[in-house]
């Protein structure tokens, strides 16, 4: 069976764009594909952090995933910092990667390479993302655009490793929604909606109670013509409410517009479906944080299967580098 493995930051709290954009997709993938998902705390520790903060996050993601549909009984669900080949195989990583390679990395150059104080992990961080991958010989990476790079410098990574050291690591391919899977801020429906937006009001979060959706659903810009079109470029207001509503039952955009009059009727409508979509997975997340013993037990589970996998990899690439093996 194929194997897909992708990987999330467990920063702040997940959104309906994180939602359709990624989630959505894990759930139908674990079906198909013998698959892995990491929540990857290593990765958040590269940029200003608050440890007590990110304990809880990685939880909370743990069972927001989970309760979101992921099944540990389907799929592997696991915190990266459980399986300490991911920190092993990035060192030999940094060691193949170029200094040159790192340093053109967009993620990296918009985040702060002009700024001294900036941790040196985030300089290395693709170096830990491909050894994420590798490790599992995974050959799908459900990812964003916004990590397009970062796969194709895992690609070459591994390409360079195998011919200098010998076949060693499968070479994974990104897997990247369609635009349409682009949820946009309500506030500001030209910018992606984003847990780092300045103001709450334009992003629903997956935990928000049907008032706080209600609401920030009624307050989504439109515009002055009250008629629903689905037209992006003129309307963008209006058809991120249509590919949201869309989004969460599966319909058809211009469909969905034709049968709405004006904009009051399509909010009402958007935020019934995304009420519907949240809640049952909202009370599950309630069921989970009352029983925390079995998710530290789930995510046990899913760091030894994960252990597993990449143990034979990992003993792989040390030897094929010239370690000597104990
Ligand atoms: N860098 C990814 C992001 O910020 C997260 C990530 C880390 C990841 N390791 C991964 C994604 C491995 C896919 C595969 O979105």
């Not at 989970?66 to 940094?94: M, N, R, Y």
Request: net charge negative.
């Amino acid at each position: 069976m194929i194997r897909v493995l992708s990987g999330i930051q467990p920063s702040g709290e997940l959104h309906i764009g994180n939602y359709f954009g990624a989630i959505q997709a894990w759930v139908n993938d674990q079906h198909s594909f013998d698959s892995f998902f990491t929540i990857v705390d290593l990765h958040a520790i590269t940029v200003e952090h608050s440890p007590e903060e990110l304990r809880s996050n990685t939880l909370s993601l743990a069972m927001t995933l989970l309760a979101a549909g992921l099944d540990p009984q389907i799929c592997t669900i696991f915190v990266q910092s459980h399986v300490s080949a991911h920190a092993e195989l990035s060192w030999l990583l940094e060691c193949t990667a170029t200094y040159g390679e790192l340093s053109r990395m967009t993620q990296f150059k918009e985040k702060g390479r002009s700024d001294e104080s900036i941790r040196a992990g985030l300089f290395t961080y693709p170096a830990l993302m491909a050894a994420d991958i590798l490790l599992y010989q995974a050959e799908r990476v459900p990812v964003g655009e916004d990590q397009r790079q970062h796969l194709e410098l895992t690609r070459d990574i591994a390409i360079r490793f195998n011919t200098k050291y010998g076949e060693t690591f499968k070479i994974p391919e990104a897997t990247i929604p369609p635009l349409g899977a682009r949820v946009m801020d309500l506030a500001h429906p030209t910018k992606k909606m984003s847990k780092s937006a300045k103001s709450r009001a334009g992003t629903i979060f997956i935990l928000d109670s049907p008032d706080e959706i209600a609401k920030k659903v009624g307050r989504a810009v439109t515009d002055a013509e009250n008629r629903v079109e689905y037209d992006a470029d003129r309307k963008p207001g209006v058809t991120n409410l249509l590919e949201i509503y869309c989004a969460a039952t599966g319909e058809n955009p211009s469909e969905v517009a034709s049968r709405h009059k004006m904009y009051g009727d399509l909010k009402k409508s958007a935020t019934d479906a995304l009420v519907a979509l949240l809640e049952p997975l909202q009370a599950r997340y309630i069921e989970l944080s009352k029983d925390p013993a079995e998710v530290g037990r789930i995510l046990k589970l899913g760091s030894q299967k994960a252990m597993d996998i990449a143990a034979p990899t990992l003993k792989m690439a040390k030897n094929n580098i010239g370690l000597v093996i104990p």
